[in-house]
């Protein structure tokens, strides 16, 4: 998350384009209502672009046509999936979930890296696109079901 800076639209922020003109963060946060939704807005207007309730801490990918999501609320020490939806209007592109992600960063345009554990409790670091390719392994450690991943990606 960017701190320091205020953006009309977002109860918070959580990234900025690559190119300074837009801005994502959550627009509702009621956790008695288990609510959480985020959009994309113009930092310099505050008009919304789309909003979503079904992804939260959308990055932008290196170029900004692209951010990158997770689910919007927490369940537990993970998530279950990693969405990637078009920055401008919030179309989805992928969808990845096959067990607890711990970790996802963009890697370059149009592919990104996931940290996970398997349902068996195998350790993967995948490399996904935006295609319906199947994620390529990077790293494999064997590891205890229910208990983080060791593979962390750096900020």
Same mark, same amino acid.
């Given at each position: 998350?960017v701190?320091?800076?205020?953006?009309?639209?977002?109860?918070?922020?959580?990234?900025?384009?690559?190119?300074?003109?837009?801005a994502?963060?959550?627009?509702?946060?009621?956790?008695?209502?288990?609510e959480?939704?985020?959009a994309?807005?113009?930092?310099r207007?505050?008009?919304?672009?789309? *909003?979503?309730?079904?992804?939260?801490s959308?990055r932008?990918?290196?170029?900004g *046509?692209?951010v990158?999501?997770?689910?919007?609320y927490?369940?537990?020490?993970?998530?279950?999936f990693?969405?990637?939806?078009?920055?401008?209007?919030?179309?989805?592109?992928?969808h990845?979930?096959?067990g607890?992600v711990?970790?996802?960063r963009w890697?370059r345009?149009g592919?990104?890296?996931?940290s996970m554990?398997?349902?068996?409790?195998?350790?993967?670091?995948?490399?996904?696109?935006?295609?319906?390719?199947e994620?390529?392994v990077?790293?494999r450690?064997?590891?205890?079901?229910?208990e983080p991943s060791?593979?962390?990606?750096?900020g």
């Amino acid at each position: 998350g960017v701190t320091g800076f205020d953006v009309p639209g977002l109860l918070s922020l959580d990234d900025i384009s690559p190119d300074g003109t837009l801005a994502t963060g959550y627009t509702v946060i009621d956790e008695q209502a288990f609510e959480f939704c985020s959009a994309v807005v113009e930092i310099r207007t505050g008009r919304q672009l789309w *909003e979503t309730c079904e992804a939260s801490s959308l990055r932008f990918s290196p170029d900004g *046509e692209s951010v990158l999501g997770i689910d919007p609320y927490p369940d537990g020490f993970g998530h279950s999936f990693v969405d990637v939806l078009d920055a401008r209007d919030g179309t989805l592109l992928r969808h990845y979930e096959g067990g607890t992600v711990f970790d996802e960063r963009w890697e370059r345009d149009g592919t990104y890296l996931v940290s996970m554990q398997t349902n068996a409790g195998e350790n993967l670091l995948l490399r996904l696109g935006l295609g319906d390719e199947e994620p390529e392994v990077v790293e494999r450690t064997a590891g205890v079901s229910g208990e983080p991943s060791g593979i962390r990606l750096g900020g």
